[in-house]
């Protein structure tokens, strides 16, 4: 069965930093792109970039290019999303999921179930 | 940037009836990489439909997609009560995704 399992919801002050994790199982990870969707609370889906495993070619939406970095661990089967300086319009629930067909990212066909971010002082 | 815009914003219908909810892009979609999600409250999107018309493993054959170019249609031929939710349309060009704001669909 293909599994994304992310980690643990978060709650941060503004200006912390912060990492969270998606472990694929279940497929081989090198050969699809994982993608990261952003949802504030009440709100739409919104693509924040996507990362190929095999290589670790990395690809942003404008909207967050600089203010996160998305990276990878083959090794362990794991994708990373980062801040170096978290805000209070970081407050959403981050998915990852696994993108379609293997070797491109035309959608997203398997979704982690989410981790919550909360940003306040 | 293609954007896609999602009508209408809220339907109010019953179960049993027929549900048509429209995607209109920007600018012609290249190949038609226009994608469905599902999304209940509390849970992550799920895909219905890839590739404008073709169901995702495992969706009942009442979800439909049709549509090419810049006007794409997913169809709900008899409402069960589990299909009230949020519906996203999600397209792929020039190496970005974007996706429509939603519509949601609700008990009338």
């Known amino acids: 069965e293909v599994l994304l399992v992310q980690s643990g919801a978060e709650m941060k002050k503004p200006g912390e930093s912060l990492n969270i994790s998606c472990q694929a199982t279940g497929y081989n990870f090198a050969k699809y792109w994982i993608g990261w969707v952003r949802q504030r609370p009440g709100k739409g889906l919104e693509w924040m970039g996507v990362?190929?495993?095999?290589?670790?070619?990395?690809k942003y939406s404008p909207s967050f290019q600089g203010q996160v970095t998305i990276s990878v661990d083959k090794s362990i089967g794991t994708a990373f999303l980062q801040w170096r300086s978290l805000k209070a319009s970081d407050t959403a629930t981050y998915y990852c999921a696994r993108e379609f067909p293997p070797g491109y990212y035309h959608g997203m066909d398997v979704w982690g179930p989410g981790t919550t971010v909360a940003v306040s002082s | 940037e293609i954007v896609l815009t999602q009508s209408p914003g809220t339907l109010s219908l019953s179960p049993g009836e027929r549900a048509t909810l429209s995607c209109r892009a920007s600018?012609?979609?290249?190949?038609?990489?226009l994608t469905w999600y599902q999304q209940k409250p509390g849970q992550a999107p799920r895909l219905l439909i890839y590739?404008?018309?073709s169901r995702a493993t495992g969706i009942p054959d009442r979800f439909s997609g049709t549509g090419s170019g810049t006007d794409f249609t997913l169809t709900i031929s008899r409402l069960e009560p589990e299909d009230f939710a949020m519906y996203y349309c999600q397209q792929f060009d020039d190496s970005r995704i974007t996706f429509g704001q939603g519509t949601r669909l609700e008990i009338k």
């Open positions: 600018q012609t979609l290249p190949f038609d990489y």
């Open positions: 590739g404008a018309s």
């Open positions: 990362i190929f495993p095999g290589d670790s070619d990395t």
